[in-house]
């Protein structure tokens, strides 16, 4: 019976632990500063795409032709 509860005590404070120590260690990192790089990135050409997109689907959907004879 006591190894059994000495068992369930190391399993308790194994999983409080756990979190602690791992959240601890992603702490100790940071991202390595980056020469050159631009602020806008790629979301100036993925905006234009996406402009074309939206007008390219506004011609199609407001041609006046029958799509039946």
């Known amino acids: 019976m006591k190894k059994n509860l000495v068992a369930l005590a190391a399993a308790a404070v194994a999983m409080v632990a756990a979190p602690v120590v791992a ?20 979301s100036l050409l993925i905006a234009l795409l996406a402009a074309a997109a939206v007008i390219a689907g506004i011609i199609i959907i407001a041609d006046d032709e029958p799509s039946s004879p």
């Open 23 to 42: 959240n601890a260690a992603a702490a100790e990192r940071s991202a390595a500063p980056v020469e050159g790089e631009q602020e806008l990135g790629g």
